[in-house]
């Protein structure tokens, strides 16, 4: 994933790595993180994933269960769910 630097896609993305050129792009945990209004550090960035692809070691699945469990449907409706049953035995 390549995102520029807005709200709070740093936390979606992890620890920064390594810094890339002039601070054009950071490799973060889980994608690459672009300063906002930076067109010469997005095309870097993008550049810079199709020169080096993900590893082999499960680094695409692992980002993707990350978004998974926290940002899902399902987990959404989990925490809604167990919230109205906390709230009921309150009652």
């Given at each position: 994933?390549?995102?520029?630097?807005?709200?709070?896609?740093?936390?979606?993305?992890?620890?920064?790595?390594?810094?890339?050129?002039?601070?054009?792009?950071?490799?973060?945990?889980?994608?690459?993180?672009?300063?906002?209004?930076?067109?010469?550090?997005?095309?870097?960035?993008?550049?810079y994933v199709i020169n080096d692809p993900p590893d082999s070691s499960g680094r695409l699945h692992r980002d993707r269960d990350f978004v998974?469990?926290?940002?899902?449907?399902?987990?959404?409706?989990?925490?809604?769910?167990?919230?109205?049953?906390?709230?009921?035995?309150?009652?």
């Amino acid at each position: 994933m390549v995102a520029t630097d807005s709200g709070d896609v740093q936390d979606l993305l992890g620890q920064v790595g390594s810094i890339h050129g002039s601070d054009d792009f950071r490799v973060c945990e889980r994608g690459i993180l672009c300063k906002k209004e930076n067109a010469k550090g997005f095309a870097m960035a993008l550049k810079y994933v199709i020169n080096d692809p993900p590893d082999s070691s499960g680094r695409l699945h692992r980002d993707r269960d990350f978004v998974e469990e926290r940002f899902s449907e399902q987990r959404l409706l989990r925490d809604i769910d167990a919230l109205y049953m906390e709230l009921m035995e309150k009652r």
